[in-house]
């Protein structure tokens, strides 16, 4: 029977932490390894406990993180010093803390995106579209649930660089707008005397961020050193 990969699950009880772990349990090939979180006990872990530098983070063969950027940071010292691969969607990154990330690249495989789900990363893609119409007025907008720490949103703020990349000029900055329960809605207008164009993707549920996360980690075990993102994932089947 082929070896299972040990997963090192970082934000264990958190929102993401509990999708991932259910996503994990149908996955014959994955096994729920350690959970870092808070918390002081997850009994459906063989460990828990509330920092990655533990005896048995050396035994984790893929680390994924949905925490935080104090979380992170802690994280990717343990994983370049044991040279385990990280997948991570933790958002609110400061420049320092997407250094520090960079960093790590250099030495061991590193997947970051500020939104896991394969649509995004396909509306990422047609942004391209735009570079037709750079004269058009442009504005990002993203709704999500009134528990969601940062404004705005890794998602829109990754939307918004690869927007300004393609019209090539500073764009207003995105609308954030924070409601209820909404687990991630962004939108790109383009606008023009006579025309509005909107590109809307729609997270449906949390568990596309989280399958989203458990595809990267599949893929990532195999890769070299490196900073990959989930357009890597969709167009580099290797
Ligand atoms: P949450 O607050 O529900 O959970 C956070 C978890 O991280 C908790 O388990 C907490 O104990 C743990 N944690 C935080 N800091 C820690 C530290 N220093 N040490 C140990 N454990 C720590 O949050 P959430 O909604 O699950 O989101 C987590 C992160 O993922 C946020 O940054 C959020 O924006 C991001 N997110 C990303 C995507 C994506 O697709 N990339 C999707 C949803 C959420």
Redesign the pocket.
Known sequence: MKKKLKVGL????????QEIAEILKTKNNFELHLA????ASLAEFAYTR??PSCPEAKEVDVWID??????LG?LLSVATKNQTPVVS????LSSADQAALKKASAKIPVLW?????LGVAVVMEALEVFSRIRQFDFQIEEFHHN????KP???AKSLQEKLEKVVGRELPEPLSIRGGGIF?VHKVHAMAEEEHIVFEHMALN?AV?AR??VEAAQWLCSKKKGFYSMRDVLYNEG
């Open positions: 970082v934000g264990a009880s958190g929102r993401m932490g870092v979180c808070r918390q509330q920092t949905f925490s935080s950027p104090e979380g802690k969607g933790t958002t609110g995106a500020s939104n896991m789900s528990r969601k720490k940062d949103s890794g998602t991630g949390r961020f989203g996360a």
